[in-house]
């Protein structure tokens, strides 16, 4: 009898509704673009991998990403009591994209605040979303939904340091065989990084995760909706195209998005991680990290 962990059963019910879609290539992520100052958190050191050098494998650039990553700043935050995650996201939802900036205080003991900004929602699903489209949510009032004890991470802490281990959480093992095994694994680890923190042991943990995922794809440098240099990776699975962007420097996910295909083609999802950390206080940001000069060139 399949038994299906709390986490990859939530994959599996936000990926059902299209799992019959058909499969197509489609561009999930803009044209590659110049380095730009709006890099991911500063590390505390700096070497390069070489995880753009010609030859490599998807696999040998993950793990030489892995192998080389730093802690960062809000590493060292970890100890304070609410973990902090601003995210912005596109949500296919009932034939329209909706689109939210999400930030979100989360205390151990599930309590917690969520303050989120809606804008207008984008008829139809075949849609890119657009790094002008972002200054909308600015305009937009806030909601604020205060949680008592239901807030929780996507898995328990402290998550698994071998890879196999905290694959087998993610996406059910019996179904690696399976077409929609890549997807599933692929949406375990974004939902992952969109929920809790992960520090350095744990996104090198994650990184692995993700080069176990059965044909994932290089697709060279880019930058994402915020305009932070990184590297492209893409799972093609299920009938659907997933795309994340990796900080070569921090091995932090930037941002993923999926486009799948008929009957409705289009986006289904695209998400974007814009901060990350640990504060003292419900509803206080944590103090800016300094701008780094992000570039995945090596």
Excluded at 66 to 91: H, K
Aim: proline letters at 12%; hydrophobic letters at 35%.
């Amino acid at each position: 009898m399949l038994r299906l962990t709390a986490p990859a059963g939530r994959v599996a019910a936000a990926l059902g509704s299209a799992l019959l879609a058909g499969c197509h290539t489609v561009p999930a992520i803009p044209a590659p673009a110049p380095p730009t100052t709006l890099g991911g958190q500063q590390p505390a050191a700096t070497p390069a991998p070489a995880a753009t050098a010609p030859g490599l494998t998807p696999q040998q650039r993950l793990a030489t990403i892995a192998s080389g990553i730093g802690p960062v700043p809000a590493d060292s935050t970890t100890n304070l009591p609410y973990e902090y995650l601003r995210l912005q996201r596109w949500t296919r939802s009932s034939g329209a994209i909706r689109r939210e900036d999400l930030r979100r205080w989360r205390h151990g003991d599930g309590t917690g605040r969520e303050v989120t900004r809606r804008a207008p929602d984008v008829r139809g699903v075949d849609h890119q979303p657009t790094p002008e489209e972002r200054n909308l949510f600015a305009k937009a009032s806030p909601i604020t939904t205060q949680h008592q004890g239901d807030l929780h991470p996507y898995l328990p802490t402290p998550l698994p340091t071998d890879p196999t281990t905290l694959a087998g959480l993610l996406a059910p093992p019996e179904l690696a065989t399976e077409p929609a095994y890549p997807r599933l694994l692929t949406w375990g680890l974004i939902g992952l990084a969109t929920s809790q923190y992960l520090a350095q042991n744990e996104r090198t943990t994650a990184l692995h995760v993700l080069a176990s995922v059965p044909g994932i794809e290089y697709r060279g440098t880019t930058s994402d909706l915020a305009g932070r240099a990184g590297l492209a990776f893409r799972v093609l699975a299920d009938r659907s195209t997933t795309t994340l962007i990796i900080d070569p420097v921090t091995g932090e996910l930037l941002a993923a998005q999926e486009r799948i295909a008929a009957p409705q083609s289009g986006l289904f999802s695209s998400v974007l991680i814009l901060q990350r950390g640990h504060t003292d206080a419900d509803g206080v940001p944590p103090e800016p990290i300094p701008v780094r000069l992000s570039s995945p060139h090596r």
